[in-house]
Antibody, heavy 119, light 107 residues
Framework: EVLLVQSGAEVKKPGESLKISCKGS????????IGWVRQMPGKGLEWMGI????????RDSPSFEGQVTISVDKSITTAYLQWSSLKASDTAMYYC????????????WGQGTMVTVSS | DIQMTQSPSSLSASVGDRVTITCRAS??????LAWYQQKPGKVPKLLIY???TLQSGVPSRFSGSGSGTDFTLTISSLQPEDVATYYC?????????FGPGTKVDIK
């Protein structure tokens, strides 16, 4: 079974750093792009960017450029989303998802990581 | 960047009704379009990719059509379990933008 398992919920203060993770299993991890999607409370889905685990090539959204860092460690089949200085506006659910073999759509999703930033 | 719009933003229909949701891209995207369903409090689920190809396991009452700039998602006979928000997503080139969503509920 193809699975993406994300790290647990986080509560942080503004200005703190954070790295959340997404571990893939049940498939050849290096063969599929993995992406991150933000969903702010009560809002829609926002595509943040994708990374190709084989060579760490990244395609990201201008909306998130410079705000977050996407990375991967293929040796442990895990992708990451990282902030260096959190803001209250980063409060959201973050999903990782795998791009399927037949195109750019996300066919498998992680369970989500809720990030709350509050003083 | 290409912008995605959806209409309506919400709708209410009766069980058994035919429901149609429209997604429009600001530029042509060929058939690089996917549809997702997100039930309240749940993880999004892929319904359709390549504009009209049903993802494995998705009920056949869901169908997609369109190419270029205009696309539709149709539920042929609305069921109570279809209450959800539906999103389109383009993926011809990065960023793979989502539409704003259409909320569907039962009248």
């Amino acid at each position: 079974e193809v699975l993406l398992v994300q790290s647990g919920a986080e509560v942080k203060k503004p200005g703190e750093s954070l790295k959340i993770s997404c571990k893939g299993s049940g498939y050849s991890f290096t063969n599929n792009w993995i992406g991150w999607v933000r969903q702010m409370p009560g809002k829609g889905l926002e595509w943040m960017g994708i990374i190709y685990p084989s060579d760490s090539k990244i395609r990201d959204s201008p909306s998130f450029e410079g705000q977050v860092t996407i990375s991967v460690d293929k040796s442990i089949t895990t992708a990451y989303l990282q902030w260096s200085s959190l803001k209250a506006s980063d409060t959201a659910m973050y999903y990782c998802a795998r791009i399927g073999d037949l195109g750019g759509s996300f066919d498998v999703w992680g369970q989500g990581t809720m990030v709350t930033v509050s003083s | 960047d290409i912008q995605m719009t959806q209409s309506p933003s919400s709708l209410s229909a009766s069980v058994g009704d035919r429901v149609t949701i429209t997604c429009r891209a600001s530029q042509g995207i060929f058939n690089y379009l996917a549809w997702y369903q997100q039930k309240p409090g749940k993880v999004p689920k892929l319904l359709i990719y390549a504009a009209s190809t049903l993802q494995s396991g998705v009920p056949s009452r869901f169908s997609g059509s369109g190419s270029g700039t205009d696309f539709t998602l149709t539920i042929s006979s609305l069921q109570p379990e279809d209450v959800a928000t539906y999103y389109c997503q383009k993926y011809n080139s990065a960023p793979f933008t989502f539409g704003p969503g259409t909320k569907v509920d039962i009248k």
